[in-house]
């Protein structure tokens, strides 16, 4: 399989999961609050797109961290400044222009703009779409990134395997050769040890039966013999 089809893979899991988690915050504050997400078509869109954002940058952050411990440790970092600076902790509108400025690099953003305005303004889709378009955009060069490494990565792992398979072909066959040699050999001492206490355990067997029965197994105890 492709570094592209794992990346989809991969991918398709975190978004199915994105969506679920998503759907659950949604109906359950829309039950329970009677909280309302505007129109169904963009609150729909918003969620799939932002999921796929969420699945190109984890994919990116695992691929270049490489070891878990670092990309657990180095995860909730990234996501809080970005939060931050995407205006998710305090509003964009207090922010000095300079921060307004530096804020449009951050996907939480235009997150959070286009859920403004489907929720209190009642746009649809079309009135969000310069936000799903930016969105996308970080979607398909963060996956992107993600695909790329994961190419290196895999091409990496498969030159060292290919190496080591290829070191390891002649000792394999000299050994498995001396394996079978010596299994072989073992194989026959069995067979010989087998047939030895065979014979000795019919010969008692026999020793016992004729004291009880001597006129019956005497000629079977001298064969043996």
């Known amino acids: 399989m492709s570094s592209w089809g794992i990346t989809v893979g991969l991918a398709a899991g975190w978004i199915g999961l994105a969506v679920l988690q998503s759907a659950l915050v ?96 009642g746009v649809g889709l079309g009135g969000v779409a310069v936000e799903l378009a930016v969105l996308s955009g970080f979607a398909v060069v963060l996956l992107a990134g993600a695909a790329l490494g994961l190419t290196a990565a895999l091409t990496a792992v498969r030159s060292v395997a290919e190496r080591a398979v290829s070191a390891w072909r002649p000792h394999a066959a000299s050994t498995c050769s001396g394996n079978i040699a010596a299994s072989t050999r073992r194989g026959g001492l069995l067979n010989v040890i087998g047939e030895d206490v065979q014979r000795l355990r019919a010969r008692h067997l026999a020793d016992g039966l004729y004291h009880l029965h001597p006129h019956l197994l005497r000629p079977k105890v001298g064969s043996l013999e």
Do not use: K
């Open 26 to 121: 949604i109906g359950i504050t829309w039950a329970a609050f009677g909280v309302t997400w505007g129109d169904p078509m963009a609150a729909s869109a918003l969620v799939v797109v932002y999921g796929l954002v969420g699945c190109g940058a984890g994919l990116l952050v695992g691929v270049i961290g490489n070891d878990v411990d670092r990309v657990a440790a180095v995860t909730p970092v990234i996501g809080l400044i970005t939060a931050a600076l995407g205006g998710c902790m305090m509003p964009i509108e207090i922010f000095p222009p300079t921060m307004v400025t530096i804020a449009h690099a951050a996907p939480q953003y235009w997150a959070l703009r286009a859920w403004y305005a489907v929720i209190y303004d």
